[in-house]
């Protein structure tokens, strides 16, 4: 018999002597040659356990619940098929123990000599030492004990017949040919059960045979064994056909169940030795496997693994016991349906363990790195186990429960590997995510080619990561997750796709600020009937840069024509929004009226050649304003309106594309005609009027002016203070103090120039002096900005709604020939006060 785990079980340790009756050894017995050395060989793979024996069936033929375990103390717990069954039977006290004792080194009780009475009750088993074989030795039959009851004596042979693979017959050789004697009532109840045993397989042709081995003890040699075999096989024969077979099984022959070896032993007592021998002999066919009358011949066994042969057993007897019919292969059957699921339980309680351990990791949504092959060597090791012990069971059943068992392990795996695809499916997509803007973060990437590199080497992952943990290729699938990844990608590519493509467009849009910022400033700070012209010109410029920007770097975005369409619509409505904001800017009320001051005063204040006009009293001073302001006003309707001289120019937004509804918040804003008008009809009138205050306030102060250089000191004043100080000039000349501090003062005057302090000392005299200016300036002008009826001047009164200061006039309007008038009131003021 060879089995893939025979090499695992660990050879018996060899024995000095082997016990006999009641437990004593005789080391004066020796085995025969080369026994130790065969049987080590034989048996090998089966531990030497102990030798101790167990009742299997007590007096009141209840089986024992301890068989297993004793199976186990006896080491056969993993033996498989590697172990033997042999009972002996025969008639009470014909020394059936002595014989098991002697050839298997077993330690079953020996009756005493001086009491005489059955020793053997029940049936016991025994390991044989040294050697894998379970050993049985049963109560004897024709028992005083248990008297006409021969109920136990044919149980007791089905279930030997049933369990056992050689049944020893023992009997003396003065029995034969005896119908008691010989125990032909025996060996009739033998072959009776066995039909009840075996015939219903005969159907099918007999799987399992019986050696019926034939101990005729006490053998005188008078009678050759051939003539006693003869004898008894005559008898067997003879039984065999007076039996009372069901029809089917009406032909058979005993040899179709029974194989037949006969041999003697001589007399215990009288030839001691001769009998060893002949024991000794006999326990090599046991034990070497090699020779040829062998006799545990494969084909005797009944095929029961040996941690199964306790249940097997049980069953059997309580089969027998309750009378029913035995039906070996059901009983097989059931056998292994009960081991197999045994096997199964345990070997899941392991397999169960393994993928608890990593079950809270899963549960975590951490991805667990080579989770398949874990699960592939929990689920391996699970099936070896199983096969381990379940594959010499009934086939049928084996192949079902591990189908069952596959299922099971298979289920308790599928949410760790659904478990495993869901964890990987966030760490692949969240990982995309973290590519996709790490790449986007450097400049000049393709984005097209950003998010095919991130794409494909996460798919990769997630694939290799699924098939590696996909062990049940069959019944699992990842196909679908893979969908899945694959399109949310695409979802968050395309977020992030719109995302660069707006930052592409605010920058574009930054850009595109700063370029027409200064043409635009420049244009309109020149006014000029080409200003918009300039302006329009520089925007449309402008607008072309943005728009192939846009294109070039759109091309990496692979944006579809619509995409691009509505972007591009976008920014035209952005680009102009930001044209009108800079010309907003441009065109606030107090720039628009610095813009107009400052036209103003280049024509009014400033010649021809730019230089500052100073006042004369004979200026036209009156037409130099009139021009000035009537060219400045003109310049209102031009900044009013967008309208370029050449009509090429005239800039008109592409249309919306279409499906752009939703798509862009300025649509619904945006009015681009209305756009064009910088200014309406009354902020133009508004405007106006303020200029025209400014206006007039630049008129009156150039009519002031002209006084103040009427009012300048004359020449010949300067000839009359030197007549009138020419005696002081003396007093200082000739007197000593005096010229000695105006030497002093010549002589610093003289140091502060040689150390250059002269410029310093000047710039600090001029500080000064002009501050003074500055002061007496302002109390005149206070002075003067009271209304006059307040002051003490004579002549006529004027309305005291007047000021010089153009910002706090609050009376009306007056235009400039009301402004002439006042100016001749002022002027008529300032010369009584100069007067004074
Ligand atoms: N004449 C003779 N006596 C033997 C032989 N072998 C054993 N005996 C004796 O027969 C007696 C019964 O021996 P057991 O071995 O107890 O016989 P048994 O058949 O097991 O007896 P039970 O278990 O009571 O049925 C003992 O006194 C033995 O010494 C033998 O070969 N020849």
């Not at 029995?175 to 033998?190: D, E, S």
């Not at 005188?220 to 051939?226: A, D, E, I, N």
């Not at 300025?666 to 106006?688: A, G, H, M, N, R």
């Amino acid at each position: 018999m060879s089995d893939p785990l025979d090499a695992q079980i660990v050879p018996p340790p060899s024995t000095s002597g082997v016990p006999l009756e009641n437990g004593g050894t005789s080391s004066s017995r020796q085995e025969p040659t080369g026994l130790s050395a065969s049987s080590s060989k034989l048996n090998g793979h089966v531990p030497n356990g102990t030798s101790e024996q167990t009742q299997i069936i007590d007096d009141d033929k209840k089986f024992t619940p301890d068989l297993a375990a004793q199976i186990e103390r006896w080491g056969f717990r993993n033996a498989g098929f590697n172990y033997n069954i042999v009972a002996v039977f025969g008639s009470q006290s014909t020394g059936k123990s002595t014989l098991l004792n002697r050839l298997f080194g077993t330690t079953f009780d020996v009756m005493d000599e001086t009491k005489r009475q059955q020793t053997t009750k029940g049936i016991w088993m025994c390991r044989g030492e040294g050697m894998g074989v379970m050993v049985m030795d049963v109560e004897g039959t024709d028992g005083r004990e248990r008297g006409e009851d021969q109920d136990f004596e044919r149980k007791s042979a089905l279930f030997s017949l049933a369990s056992s693979e050689v049944m020893i017959i023992n009997l003396w050789e003065h029995q034969i040919g005896l119908y008691q004697g010989a125990n032909l009532g025996l060996l009739k109840t033998v072959l009776e059960v066995n039909l009840g045993l075996f015939g219903k397989r005969v159907q099918g042709g007999p799987q399992s045979r019986t050696l019926l081995l034939f101990v005729i003890r006490d053998h005188t040699h008078v009678t050759p064994l051939s003539n006693l075999q003869n004898t008894l096989t005559a008898d067997l024969t003879r039984i065999w056909d007076s039996l009372l077979k069901p029809p089917a099984l009406e032909h058979t022959q005993l040899s179709d169940y029974f194989d037949l070896s006969f041999t003697t032993l001589p007399h215990k007592i009288l030839e001691a030795q001769r009998f060893e021998d002949e024991v000794a002999l006999l326990r090599e066919r046991f034990t070497m496997k090699g020779r040829e009358d062998y006799l545990f011949k494969d084909v005797y066994h009944k095929r029961i693994p040996a941690d199964g042969v306790a249940l097997y057993m049980e069953h059997i007897w309580e089969q027998v016991q309750t009378n029913k019919d035995l039906d070996l292969p059901t009983q097989q059957e059931l056998l292994a349906q009960f081991r197999c699921d045994e096997i199964s339980t345990t070997a899941l309680t392991e397999f169960n363990q393994q993928a608890k351990s990593q079950k809270r990791t899963i549960e975590a949504g951490r991805v667990i790195e080579g989770l398949g092959g874990l699960m592939r060597d929990w689920r391996d090791q699970a099936l070896a186990r199983y096969d381990r012990d379940a594959s010499r069971y009934h086939q049928g059943v084996y192949s079902r429960k591990r189908l069952d068992m596959h299922a099971t392990i298979a289920s308790t795996l599928s949410p760790l590997f659904l478990g495993q695809l869901k964890n990987l499916h966030k760490a692949c997509l969240s990982a995309f995510k973290s590519a996709l803007h790490a790449a986007l973060d450097h400049d000049g990437y393709n984005f097209a080619e950003v998010v095919d590199k991130a794409r494909s080497n996460y798919e990769t992952k997630f694939q290799e990561g699924a098939k590696e943990a996909c062990i049940e290729e069959k019944e699992w699938s990842w196909e679908d997750d893979m969908g899945l990844l694959r399109e949310e990608m695409a979802n968050v590519a395309d977020i992030c796709r719109k995302d660069e493509t707006k930052k592409m467009v605010n920058l574009i849009e930054r850009n595109f600020k700063k370029q027409i910022s200064e043409p635009v400033d420049v244009a309109l700070n020149k006014a000029a009937p080409d200003m918009w012209d300039r302006v329009l010109g520089a925007f449309k410029q402008s607008l072309d840069n943005a728009k192939s920007s846009y294109l070039n770097k759109a091309k990496t975005f692979n944006c579809t024509e619509d995409e691009n369409a509505i972007a591009l619509w976008s920014l035209y409505q952005r680009a102009w929004l930001a044209l009108r904001a800079k010309i907003d800017e441009q065109a606030a009320d107090n720039a628009i009226l610095g813009k107009l001051r400052s036209h103003f005063e280049e024509r009014f204040r400033y010649d021809d050649q730019g230089v500052p006009r100073v006042w004369q009293p004979d200026d036209d001073i009156d037409g130099e304003f009139r021009k000035a302001k009537e060219q400045t006003l003109a310049l209102v309707p031009l900044y009013s309106k967008i309208s370029p001289v050449d009509l090429s120019l005239e800039y008109t937004p592409p249309p919306p594309p279409p499906n752009t509804t939703g798509s862009s918040a300025l649509e619904e804003d945006f009015d681009f005609p209305s756009s064009l008008i910088i200014f309406s009809e009354s902020k133009c009138l508004d405007i106006t009027a303020r200029f025209r205050r400014d206006a007039d306030a630049y008129y009156v102060e150039a009519k002031r002016s002209t006084v103040s250089s009427i009012a300048q000191v004359p020449y010949w004043m300067y000839g009359v203070m030197v007549v009138l100080g020419w005696n002081e000039a003396m007093l200082v000349l000739f007197n000593p103090l005096y010229f000695m501090m105006s030497l002093l003062m010549a002589t610093a005057a003289y140091v502060t120039a040689k150390l250059g302090l002269t410029g310093p000392l000047l710039q600090l005299s001029k500080t000064m002096a002009g501050e003074i200016q500055q002061q007496a300036t302002n109390r005149l002008r206070e002075h003067f900005s009271q209304p006059v009826l307040e002051r003490p001047i004579h002549g006529q009164s004027i309305r005291a709604t007047t000021s010089t200061n153009p910002t706090t006039t609050t009376g009306d309007y007056f235009d400039t020939d009301a402004a002439k008038g006042r100016a001749q009131h002022v002027e008529g003021e300032n010369s009584a006060f100069v007067g004074q």
